[in-house]
């Protein structure tokens, strides 16, 4: 079963704007368009006869318009150019899938620039980072140096000043023991 394609139709109001010219720049581009065409009217009319349009007409109407722009075209030209590629269906999909592929590039430009412009912020993020990390590893190896110089200094006291204390000298044998071993309690005495 074939699938009924609705078509948009677009008022000349909004043509006008999208394309940014007068309505009656557009009327006189309409009016040679149809001059030019092969069939009675370029454009499809409405039932009060007023031309409407769809996206494939304001493609046409947009590719007349940079044509006219360029130097040593004229508007003829343009609109010559344009009839004649127009009843090509494929060149008219060519130029309605242009028109996406140039706005789907805008989008993708936009998208690049904001990715780099994250990852410049990122990369200063990153290079602030590793500064921090080479201020930090050489506050580390200071602090490290400068504990195994106080670590030799005191080995070094120890050593030479380890004596011991002459009331332990003083302490019998059988004293000591007594101090070292405490006195067993029976279970049953609680005090």
Same mark, same amino acid.
């Given at each position: 079963?074939?699938?009924? #394609?609705?078509? %948009?139709?677009?008022?000349?109001?909004?043509?006008?704007?999208?394309?940014?010219? $007068? @309505?009656? =720049?557009?009327?006189?581009?309409?009016?040679?368009?149809?001059?030019?065409?092969?069939? %009675?009217?370029?454009?499809?009319? +409405?039932?009060?006869?007023?031309?409407?349009?769809?996206?494939?007409?304001?493609?046409?109407? #947009?590719?007349?318009?940079?044509?006219?722009?360029?130097?040593?075209?004229? !508007?003829?030209?343009?609109?010559? %150019?344009?009839?004649?590629?127009?009843?090509?269906?494929?060149? $008219?999909?060519?130029?309605?899938?242009?028109?996406?592929? /140039?706005?789907?590039?805008?989008?993708?430009?936009?998208?690049?620039? #904001? #990715?780099?412009?994250?990852?410049?912020?990122? $990369?200063?993020?990153? &290079?602030?980072?590793? %500064? &921090?990390? +080479?201020? !930090?590893?050489? !506050?580390?190896? *200071?602090?490290?140096?400068?504990?195994?110089?106080?670590?030799?200094?005191? =080995?070094? /006291?120890?050593?030479?000043?380890?004596?011991? @204390?002459?009331?332990?000298?003083?302490? *019998?044998?059988?004293?000591?023991?007594?101090?070292?071993?405490?006195?067993?309690?029976?279970?049953?005495?609680?005090?």
């Amino acid at each position: 079963m074939k699938e009924i #394609q609705a078509i %948009e139709y677009i008022s000349t109001k909004l043509v006008c704007e999208k394309l940014k010219i $007068q @309505p009656s =720049t557009l009327r006189k581009y309409a009016s040679m368009l149809d001059e030019k065409a092969k069939t %009675e009217f370029y454009f499809t009319r +409405d039932d009060s006869n007023n031309r409407v349009y769809t996206k494939e007409d304001i493609a046409v109407l #947009q590719r007349i318009i940079e044509l006219k722009n360029r130097p040593g075209y004229t !508007l003829e030209a343009a609109i010559n %150019e344009v009839v004649g590629l127009s009843y090509n269906s494929d060149i $008219q999909d060519a130029i309605a899938v242009n028109e996406e592929n /140039d706005n789907y590039l805008k989008a993708l430009h936009s998208f690049v620039a #904001q #990715q780099n412009k994250y990852f410049e912020d990122y $990369q200063s993020v990153l &290079q602030k980072k590793d %500064e &921090q990390i +080479d201020r !930090l590893e050489s !506050l580390v190896s *200071s602090l490290i140096e400068n504990n195994i110089n106080d670590m030799s200094v005191s =080995t070094e /006291d120890s050593t030479t000043n380890f004596e011991e @204390p002459k009331e332990f000298e003083k302490m *019998s044998s059988e004293e000591s023991m007594t101090i070292s071993t405490p006195k067993k309690k029976k279970w049953w005495n609680f005090k």
